[in-house]
């Protein structure tokens, strides 16, 4: 019955996350200019993840804005050649000076701490972990409004959607939020209020392994407190 069936997301622990802003780690990592606009991408580099509008957007972005920078961050868990193809294209698009393919990180929240935006235009992702991580991080995003991102990602609130495939609207939003510092500096403020809200899993009466004397879970809410758990009831 449907009263008995629950819908939760991931968990997760964002507290590495929430470290002052700072530019300081990311432009002395890739060794960018100080007045750069720097957007971050981080996920595998696989045909769902959207690096490829995100690049054909960005072409765009940086023939208004020069100064415009985008991190990938990730590798492929392909062996098919898909990644030496987004190179190619970041190439083709002319987009040497301007897009860092950074590999695998062990300093995301470093990196997110001093970018200006998240963009990720993946398609039919579940619970992508990362948005979570980036909104903890205080950054607004760009994104397709497609599976779970749609969920997470709250339009003109916390983020700022479009529909998959449509590479204008990417263009467009990417330009908005790197012109407007004050509305990407809302959405990035709300974003954090977001990722911290509480997961209706954390009432035992809603799912009673929330219980904390008898839940030995380890994700869920109820039993470990620091870890943030994202989702609802349906």
């Keep these: 019955p449907s009263e008995r069936v629950h819908y939760v997301h991931n968990a997760a622990d964002l507290r590495s996350f929430d470290v002052p802003r700072s530019r300081t780690a990311l432009l002395s990592a890739f060794d960018f ?3 750069a606009l720097v957007a971050i991408a981080a ?3 696989d045909p769902s993840k959207g690096h490829v509008p995100l690049l054909e957007a960005f072409a765009r972005v940086v023939r208004e804005i020069p100064r415009a920078r985008l991190v990938v961050c990730g590798v ?5 050649g898909f990644e030496d193809s987004v190179h190619e294209r970041s190439r083709s698009l002319g987009l040497q000076d301007h897009v860092v393919f950074a590999g695998t990180r062990s300093d995301l929240p470093a990196l997110f701490a001093g970018a200006h935006l998240f963009s990720l235009p993946t398609e039919n992702d579940p619970c992508p972990l990362v948005f979570l991580e980036a909104m903890a991080a205080g950054l607004p995003t760009v994104a397709y409004r497609s599976g779970g991102v749609a969920e997470l990602v709250a ?4 983020g700022l959607l479009v529909e998959v495939g449509d590479i204008d609207g990417l263009t467009e939003r990417l330009l908005r939020l790197f012109h ?3 509305l990407a500096r809302r959405l990035g403020q709300a974003a954090v209020g977001s990722s911290a809200a509480p997961s209706s899993c954390r009432s035992p009466s809603r799912w009673s392994c929330c219980s904390p ?3 030995r879970c380890g994700v869920c809410s109820g039993c470990s407190p ?3 758990v994202f989702g609802r009831s349906t």
């Design 213 to 215: 004397a008898a839940c």
């Design 180 to 182: 407007d510092e004050t």
């Design 155 to 158: 339009d003109e609130q916390t």
């Design 33 to 35: 200019p100080t007045d």
């Design 43 to 45: 996920g595998r580099i």
């Design 76 to 80: 492929s868990n392909t062996r098919d």
């Design 226 to 228: 620091s870890i943030r």
